[in-house]
């Protein structure tokens, strides 16, 4: 998936991401992303404060299956919507047929990762962590 053009495309309207190269070539673009401008505007300290909302077609939803997009964009919720992008989401000129809305991810600070999520002080063992980071703890002692 890190290779595929499309999560390269994608994570462009987010922020520069893990794809191999974009970091690069995203920064020295010159070109804020929707996280970037979120983050300027102080409605995010940090790209994992975010929920966002990718608005794609079908062939984006295809490149996607079987990954995790928050991963991949390096924000704490990600979802895909096939609807059309509401009035005032981040689009680029040259990523055609995809949008993205950013809003803050509800939740908790996970003190491992440091993702915010709803789960985050749910868990009795563990009040502080996320479900996976739980897991993590209790199942990989180092």
């Given amino acids: 998936?890190?290779?595929?053009?499309?999560?390269?495309?994608?994570?462009?309207?987010?922020?520069?991401?893990?794809?191999?190269?974009?970091?690069?070539?995203?920064?020295?673009?010159?070109?804020?992303?929707?996280?970037?401008?979120?983050?300027?505007?102080?409605?995010?300290?940090?790209?994992?404060?975010?929920?966002?909302?990718?608005?794609?077609?079908?062939?984006?939803?295809?490149?996607?299956?079987?990954?995790?997009?928050?991963?991949i964009c390096i924000v704490s919720a990600a979802q895909l919507s096939l609807a059309a992008a509401p009035d005032g989401a981040f689009a680029m000129a040259d990523v055609p047929g995809i949008a993205v809305t950013v809003e803050l991810a509800s939740g908790e600070k996970c003190q491992r990762c440091w993702r915010v999520l709803p789960e985050v002080t749910t868990i009795a063992a563990h009040p502080d962590l996320c479900g996976r980071c739980a897991d993590a703890v209790d199942h990989h002692h180092a």
């Fill in 1 to 71: 998936m890190a290779t595929h053009p499309t999560a390269a495309c994608i994570c462009r309207c987010f922020q520069p991401c893990r794809t191999p190269g974009s970091r690069r070539s995203w920064r020295s673009a010159g070109r804020p992303s929707a996280i970037e401008l979120e983050r300027a505007a102080k409605r995010l300290g940090s790209s994992l404060q975010a929920s966002v909302t990718l608005y794609a077609d079908t062939a984006v939803e295809q490149a996607l299956a079987g990954h995790d997009l928050a991963e």
